[in-house]
């Protein structure tokens, strides 16, 4: 069976839907943010104009290429929908997320978060506060 030709090659009465891998290396708008300067430096440094994603049936991921933060985010795919998420424990708990859709087979937007929680009161975040950026992604 060829899919999504139109044409029923298996006699089974349905030509059946292509599965699309989103599988690739993603090029897409910069997201640039960085926070907690202790003198050496941010140690949050987020900056990322390129996702790899691996898709897996129901399961997928997105890591950052060339920024070590926010690293992999890993997540669920409904449809064209997905959620991934990555929560860094600690002092100041990083949670990073990265929610949309694949808009065409090359085509994906998004919007990528992040969040800092003083899990102890005690200003351990330092200036992180987070934020929401827009990611249009396309596959090369």
């Known amino acids: 069976e060829i899919c999504d030709d139109g044409v029923d090659q298996n006699c089974d009465t349905v030509d059946e839907p292509c599965v699309a891998d989103w ?58 929908s997905f959620s991934a998420s990555l929560v860094v424990p600690g002092s100041c708990t990083e949670e990073y997320t990265l929610t949309g859709s694949f808009t065409g087979p090359d085509v994906m937007t998004a919007t990528f978060s992040a969040s800092f929680v003083d899990a102890l009161g005690f200003g351990l975040c330092l200036d992180c506060v987070g934020g929401s950026w827009s990611v249009d992604g396309t596959l090369p």
Do not use: E, K, R
């Not at 987020?46 to 997928?60: C, E, G």
């Not at 060339?66 to 795919?77: C, E, I, K």
């Open 23 to 80: 599988s690739g290396v993603w090029d897409t708008t910069p997201v640039s943010y960085s926070c907690a300067d202790i003198g050496t430096g941010p140690t949050v440094n987020i900056n990322f104009s390129q996702l790899s994603v691996v898709h897996d049936s129901a399961t997928i991921s997105f890591t950052s290429v060339a920024s070590s933060q926010p690293g992999t985010m890993s997540g669920t795919l409904t449809g064209d």
